[in-house]
């Protein structure tokens, strides 16, 4: 932390800065200029009395952090990437993963031929909602445990890994007993006390961007998670609000290699949530595989026109496999790069 004394700060006031610094646990160290003083609070801020009510004392001009307040989930602390492994599948490694599947479990013939489509197309896990977050009460809600036990039978006969929502603590423990991977939902990426409460969970998490959350804020959400015990955070750009109202959300794409360069942990794209139309899946598909985004989450379902929930951003099986083909041989031009520059995993 680096304070800055005003330009007419007397000893005094330099002192008492000095006392209060070392009495929280830090290095001082002074450097005295023409102008002003500045004083060095040295030793890791996070997780220690944070100085910036000092900022209020007489004589002191500002404080500024040197470090990022997230520890874990920064490249400051880890260099290499975090690779999460869920079965046989690697998440943050040089294969571009792709999570397929509907908006929510509709029923068991729905999700089946759902899951069956997401293999045939190469995908390498399902996704699908038991327990819906939707703006008004009176939408379909999800099937509930109804929905992970069609999620787990279409796991048996697929072999594909299982991502389905979270929304509150106290489903994680039969959640975990069905899925292999725990989402945590844009609309609840500050709910603090779930992501603490995922944070004590055994399955990976992936941690979804907020409509209106900063990357800060996303990777201080994550720290959540990380810092109660759970390493295997994978986070997720799915669109943030802006003016625009051509479509759903806009998809923050430059979010791709800004976060790959502040943290360690893989960054996947969900464009089907941020465009919110079924047609413009696939450019905003290819822009996540192109710009290095580690995998993507697209929704699919067998007959969008009677979705229960997002028919009309969600892909017709023939779509998906187009998507499918088109993203490969960018994934392949990309992801070798990325695995020469990152080392094989
Ligand atoms: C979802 O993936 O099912 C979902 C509700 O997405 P989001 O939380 O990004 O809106
Ligand atoms: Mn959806």
């Known amino acids: 932390m680096i304070i800055v004394m005003k330009n007419k700060a007397d000893e005094k006031a330099v002192e008492k800065v000095l006392e209060w610094i070392e009495a929280a646990g830090y290095k001082a160290h002074v450097s005295k200029g023409v102008e002003r003083t500045i004083i060095g609070a040295i030793g890791d801020e996070r997780g220690k009395v944070f100085l910036k009510a000092v900022e209020t004392w007489p004589g002191v001009e500002k404080v500024m952090p040197i470090l990022q307040p ?24 040089p294969k571009c993963v792709v999570i397929a599947g509907p908006c929510a479990v509709e029923s ?3 999700l089946m031929e759902a899951a069956s489509v997401v293999k045939k197309g190469g995908a390498s896990m399902l996704r699908g909602g038991a327990f819906k977050p939707r703006t008004s009460p009176y939408s379909f809600q999800g099937l509930g445990e109804e929905g992970l036990k069609i999620l787990a039978k279409a796991r048996e006969k697929t072999g594909l890994p299982v991502v389905t929502e979270v929304m509150r603590a106290s489903d994680i423990e039969l959640i975990e007993g069905y899925a292999d991977v725990l989402q945590v939902g844009a609309r609840n990426v500050q709910n603090f006390a779930l992501l603490k409460a995922v944070g004590q969970a055994k399955k990976p998490v992936l941690l979804k961007r907020g409509m209106m959350t900063t990357l800060e804020e996303l990777l201080m959400s994550a720290e959540y998670i990380l810092a109660s015990g759970n390493a295997n955070v994978i986070l997720c750009e799915r669109g943030i609000r802006t003016f ?69 951003q969600s892909l017709k099986p023939e779509r998906f496999y187009d998507l499918m083909r088109e993203i490969e041989s960018i994934a392949k031009i990309v992801r070798k790069g990325y695995a020469e520059a990152h080392g094989a995993h």
């Open 70 to 93: 997230y520890k874990l989930a920064s490249r400051e602390t880890k260099q290499g990437d975090t690779v999460i492994t869920v079965g046989d599948v690697e998440i943050g490694g």
């Open 108 to 110: 068991s013939e729905q």
């Open 244 to 312: 625009e109202t051509a479509m759903r959300n806009t998809l923050d794409i430059s979010a791709v290699p800004v976060l790959k360069d502040k943290t360690h942990l893989p960054v996947i794209v969900d464009p089907s949530h941020a465009i919110g139309k079924w047609k413009f899946v696939l450019p905003l598909a290819k822009a996540a595989v192109a710009v290095g985004a580690d995998g993507l989450m697209i929704e699919v379902h067998p007959d969008p026109q009677h979705a229960l929930s997002d028919g009309p």
